[in-house]
């Protein structure tokens, strides 16, 4: 077989797209043009395999697949490296386009182009990769190719004529696309002979094998049993065995500098292997690559078994979780109101929630989540950090000097009509505007600064209410700024439920605790005696509300047949309260803790 | 159907275990559409095949509009002694939007018919909470009061999801009256009739001195019974039976000879907390004694400090060892029946 071509037939590619605007669909054609993928193993969307990504419609763990390609009597390998497409994901979309010379940027020609995409295709520029523009959905009734070619042709200079029109629906352009990954994108280079430097753009866990580490060999040569490290983490193990990524995986002895493939060394730990770190040689090393970032999570919320004796189970469940996702962090805490439970880290609100889906789908879990919040730091007056991941760690404010935030630099791109309510919308959360620049004549990019705190809860769907579902977003860290956070409580009768405290700005504490009283008197049932909710900063009352005692709880008749149902009609309700969480005399069903959520 | 039922009662003969009968009671639709000669040969068919105290209570449901003076008297002659009138209210416009076949003097007309005949134990059904405007409950309770029944009977109307009201429901066109109405009018109920002389000796159920109803305190204290005809529920102490809820499923399966019915075994736990349920509705309370004796449940012990927290805020006084609501506390029974209750886990 000849798996060890040349390098100037090789060539790395990824897509850049915007969710929906047909990243896997294009993906699938290509595979089938190229026989890796016969009909029958056809599968919709093959790329994104786990059932919530294809439920959601984002790629949520990138792949990557290797295609053979004759043109021109000539074989080609074609290595396609699957990105992420959501903003919680950045590094890793940085990584996987870091292993590519070249990618198709994928452009509904129905809706246009998106934040998401700009800001890859900026990475992607920056990487130096060459853009092969796509003008995808040519065949839609809607589609407005002149118009969206202008603004391709504005953004990345090209000549128009090199936007590739297709639909990969109706299998339009695939041929002309394949043609142009040979002949535009330039083959990798790199030296076969040099010490092994290979990046790892991606990992998926295995319950049989441990991990799969997916990399993109940049110098030298991989052999299968050799003596392996990962530079960043420093830990050495053995390369079982080593392959090339087709549809399934084929095993193979050698992987040379510029091509892509994975390693299985019996790892089980998810942590371990960290994407864009380095492989090397023990006894043959190399410097690391550069570009190399411990992920940090961005929000923090509290999980919960709604069952209180399940925490074990909850435990386990959790670490099975964290085998194949390592940007989950957490470590245990424990509520007052909720027991025993767990501060978790996320990359952003899109995996907090795929997180708790898959709680409650992989390992039928149901959990509550408290009131999601940033990572703040306190800082004393002798300028010392205290990092703050949850509302209880707030210091008094008499121990501290003050409260840093974290900030974010947004980009919305939008219709030029929908800028008046983004721009209120973004000063309404804090934001500042930062520069206002349009892309044609009615698509405007914005850019804000904003806390990352306000943009956690209801900014992004409300962002797309008020565009009519136009307006998309990107963002990036900039830093702690100084900000004047307090810390509200809410009190149910005068005791205070720590799982519903928040950090909040001190000029929207009275809003926020007047909303969430409101929202708490609605979801808290009537009990036998009357509940007073109360917000409040310290020992200021800000907000209040009264959830009256029951009044009438009992239903006529009672004869025959009425028993057996009345019983268990009521044995179902004493079980459901068996459920709810007890605070003082206060009984708390689950929704609750999630009214934050709610608000609007 | 008369056949079916006869036919069931001869396959039931000994599901009561010999016990004497002291209630009989036709009910549950609309059972004064039977004939006199139904009734008589099911009368027939329960007395030669259960023994039936002389003085056992007969009643009958009956819809106002299905009443004349020959047929009562007929009623009377066959040996039914009680009888239980569908009035709901006097207010003809609730009547309509109800679907009631009765007006108002008609029902009126009715029960002085009845008492004219001869039946001295009649008990009225009302309903209250009724969500339209031109309901009245103080005018529906004095004309009661005028007529003065023996035994009154009152439901808060419930909207049902499968109903014509349950589709209003949900199309907005109509809402249910708040806790606090609901609540207000039951109190309204209860102080009127209570003033008169009737005894609140059931959450739903009132009556004057003698005339508490034998068959519905007979459900409350877990006294056995068996329900003939479709739909119909019987109890032996330690399960419940329920017979098919289709009259022709129900002909066809007792024409084979089979009982058309499902089993429901009734756990420790389960017929405790029918007692506890029961028992707190009544007027006499729950027995803790009896749970204590019976069962072996120690309500005292598994649920003290919520017992105490119930007499301090004034839901309930234990008296003789029996839990006994108060009126505030009958007004959220099934709340407390709820919360006093055993759960398996």
Redesign the interface.
């Known amino acids: 077989m000849p798996l060890i071509l040349r390098m100037e037939n090789i060539r790395n590619f990824c897509i850049i797209a915007h969710i929906d605007h047909g990243k896997s669909t294009l993906a699938d054609r290509l595979l089938e043009e190229t026989d890796t993928v016969s009909d029958r193993e056809m599968q919709e969307q093959l790329l994104d395999n786990m059932d919530l990504e294809r439920e959601r419609g984002i790629t949520i763990k990138s792949h990557a697949v290797q295609m053979d390609y004759q043109s021109s009597g000539t074989a080609y390998i074609l290595n396609l490296i699957d990105t992420p497409g959501h903003v919680d994901f950045s590094y890793e979309v940085s990584r996987s386009i870091a292993a590519c010379e070249g990618a198709l940027l994928v452009v509904d020609a129905s809706q246009g182009i998106e934040a998401q995409t700009i800001s890859n295709l900026y990475l992607a520029l920056e990487h130096d990769l060459e853009i092969i523009p796509v003008l995808n959905k040519i065949d839609l009734p809607g589609a407005m190719p002149d118009e969206v070619t202008d603004q391709i042709v504005d953004l990345i200079g090209c000549d128009p004529q090199e936007i590739i029109r297709a639909s990969a629906k109706e299998g339009i352009g695939i041929q002309e696309i394949l043609e142009a990954i040979v002949n535009r994108i330039p083959p990798p280079t790199g030296d076969p002979q040099a010490p092994l430097q290979a990046m790892i753009f991606d990992s998926v866990f295995n319950s049989y094998r441990g991990i799969e580490v997916y990399f993109r060999v940049f110098n030298g040569t991989i052999k299968s049993g050799a003596q392996v490290k990962f530079v960043n983490t420093g830990k050495t193990y053995d390369a079982d065995e080593i392959g090339i990524l087709k549809l399934k995986q084929e095993p193979c002895d050698e992987i040379q500098a510029g091509n892509v493939g994975y390693l299985i060394s019996g790892i089980k730990v998810a942590k371990e292997v960290k994407v864009g770190d380095t492989i090397t040689h023990v006894d043959r090393p190399c410097e690391a690559l550069k570009g190399f970032e411990d992920v940090k999570p961005m929000v923090f919320a509290g999980i919960y078994p709604v069952e209180t004796s399940e925490y074990e189970e909850l435990r386990a469940s959790m670490e099975k979780l964290q085998l194949n996702d390592a940007s989950l962090v957490w470590e245990p805490e424990t509520s007052a109101a909720l027991g025993f439970g767990f501060r978790c880290g996320f990359l952003g609100m899109l995996h907090m929630e795929i997180v708790q889906e898959r709680l409650e789908r992989e390992f039928d879990m149901t959990v509550i989540t408290t009131v999601p919040s940033v990572q703040f730091h306190a800082i004393g007056s002798d300028g010392s950090i205290t990092i703050v991941n949850a509302p209880s760690e707030l210091p008094e404010p008499m121990q501290i000097s003050h409260v840093e935030e974290p900030f974010i630099r947004a980009q919305i791109i939008s219709k030029a009509e929908y800028i008046g309510p983004i721009i209120a919308l973004c000063m309404d959360k804090r934001g500042v505007i930062k520069n206002q620049v349009y892309l044609t004549s009615d698509r405007v990019e914005l850019t804000f600064e904003l806390p990352l705190s306000e943009i956690v809860f209801d900014f992004y769907d409300r962002l797309k209410t008020i565009s009519r579902g136009y307006a998309s977003l990107d963002y990036e860290l900039i830093g702690f700024r100084k900000s004047n956070m307090v810390k509200l409580d809410i009190m149910l009768n005068g005791e205070k439920v720590d799982a519903l405290s928040a950090i909040v700005h001190r000029d929207k504490a009275h809003e926020w605790g007047k909303r969430l009283c409101e929202k708490l008197r609605q979801l808290l049932p009537r009990q036998m005696f009357e509940i007073a909710i109360q917000a409040a900063i310290g020992t200021k009352v800000v907000a209040r509300e009264t959830v009256r005692a029951m009044r009438k709880n009992v239903l006529a008749k009672c004869y025959g047949g009425d028993i057996t149902r009345k019983r268990k009609l009521l044995e179902k309700q004493k079980k459901g309260k068996k459920r709810m969480r007890q605070v003082g005399n206060v009984e708390i069903p689950q929704e609750a803790f999630m009214a934050v959520l709610k608000l609007d | 159907m008369t056949m079916a039922i006869l036919k069931e009662i001869a396959m039931q003969k000994d599901y009561l275990q010999g016990e004497l009968i002291d209630t009989i009671y036709f009910g549950?639709g609309t059972p004064s559409l039977l004939s006199k000669q139904e009734l008589h040969e099911i009368l027939q068919g329960l007395k030669s095949n259960f023994k039936i105290t002389e003085q056992a209570e007969i009643t009958l449901e009956a819809n106002p509009d299905d009443l004349d003076i020959s047929f009562l008297n007929e009623l009377l002659s066959l040996g039914i002694n009680r009888l239980s009138l569908g009035v709901q209210t006097f207010n003809d416009v609730v009547l309509t939007w109800m679907n009631r076949a009765h007006r108002r003097e008609q029902a009126m007309k009715c029960f002085q018919m009845a008492r004219s005949t001869g039946f001295d134990n009649i008990s009225m059904d009302l309903i209250f909470g009724v969500p339209i405007e031109s309901y009245d409950l103080a005018d529906d309770l004095e004309i009661t009061l005028d007529l003065s029944p023996d035994h009154v009977?009152?439901?808060?109307l419930?909207i049902e999801p499968q109903t014509v009201l349950g589709h209003r429901q949900r199309k907005g066109l109509l809402q249910e009256i708040s806790?606090?109405q609901?609540?207000a009018q039951?109190e309204l109920i209860i102080s009127t009739l209570e003033q008169k002389g009737y005894q609140h000796y059931?959450?739903?159920n009132f009556a004057l001195l003698g005339k508490e109803s034998h068959h519905?305190r007979g459900?409350?204290q877990q006294s056995f019974?068996l329900?003939l005809g479709p739909?119909?529920?019987s109890?032996n102490g330690h399960s419940?039976q329920?017979n098919v809820a289709h009259n022709a499923q129900y002909l066809a399966a007792v024409q084979q000879g089979v009982l058309p019915h499902k089993l429901?075994i009734l756990t420790r736990s389960?017929q405790i907390?029918?007692s506890i349920?029961?028992g707190l509705?009544t007027s006499r309370g729950l027995d803790l004694g009896y749970l204590q004796e019976r069962y072996q449940c120690d309500l005292q012990r598994e649920q003290g400090p919520y017992l105490q927290e119930l007499i301090t805020?004034n839901?309930a006084e234990i008296d003789e060892n029996k839990i006994i609501l108060t009126r505030k506390g009958?007004?959220?029974?099934?709340?407390i029946?709820?919360?006093l209750?055993i759960?398996d886990d």
């Not at chain 2, 009977?153 to 808060?156: D, F, I, K």
């Not at chain 2, 009958?330 to 709340?335: E, H, R, S, V």
């Open positions: 549950g009977s009152t439901y808060q419930t806790q606090e609901a609540a039951f059931e959450i739903s519905n459900y409350w019974y329900g739909s119909a529920h109890f419940r329920f429901e389960n907390n029918e349920m029961t509705r805020n839901f009958k007004l959220i029974a099934d709340q029946a709820a919360d209750f759960v």
